[in-house]
């Protein structure tokens, strides 16, 4: 089975992990909307592109990086992370939010749209469920909220030890944030979370 596209490798000149696919055909939108929607691959990027979300970027072939999350703040505040619903697409997910704490500032985040499983944007595209797409889109997880979700999901603290383990996880996430500002306002809200719920 032939790929749909091959990569070419990152080279001195060439730096992969520093840039975004589409970057020159979005900035106008992006910056105008200041919204900018983050997906996995090239033919996302052009199907995005082709039914209007013309402020689309990928990573080259390549996970996403920190440096590709900063450069696109320079196009919106706070990009929507759109992989794929699959299990390699959730987990490039969960591993975006954690590495981006160290960079957080005030005003700069991520949301997270999550497909539904096994679907990308592409397929969705292709299939004509814009609806599922736009639900998607629309229903987005903050970076918090979705920390918070990747934290509580299909687990149970009901037990003091549990809740203990609980606590030393959102520590861990805490302790990664930089900003004194926002390191203080995300234990603010971790601990309205942990009081609502447990």
Not at 79 to 96: F, H, N, S, T
């Amino acid at each position: 089975q032939l790929a749909k596209y091959i990569n070419s490798p990152s080279t001195l000149v060439y730096k992969k992990g520093d840039l975004l696919y589409g970057w020159g055909q979005s900035k106008e939108e992006a910056i105008k909307t200041n919204t900018l929607f983050i997906v996995e691959g090239y033919t996302d990027v052009i199907s995005m592109s082709n039914i209007g979300f013309k402020n689309t970027v990928a990573p080259l072939g390549t996970a996403i990086t920190e440096k590709q999350i900063i450069k696109s703040w320079q196009l919106a505040n706070e990009p929507i992370i759109c992989l794929d619903g699959d299990k390699a697409g959730q987990k490039a997910a969960e591993r975006v939010s954690e590495l981006i704490l160290p960079y957080l500032k005030p005003g700069y985040s991520l949301n997270f749209a999550q497909l539904p499983e096994d679907q990308d944007p592409d397929s969705l595209i292709l299939s004509k469920k814009y609806e599922e797409l736009k639900s998607s889109i629309d229903n987005r997880l903050s970076l918090a909220d979705f920390l918070w979700k990747k934290l509580i999901f299909r687990k149970n603290y009901d037990t003091p030890e549990k809740k203990a383990a609980l606590e030393e996880k959102i520590f861990k996430n805490l302790n990664n944030i930089k900003d004194y500002k926002i390191k203080k306002n995300y234990a603010d809200f971790f601990k309205k979370m942990l009081f609502e719920k447990y």
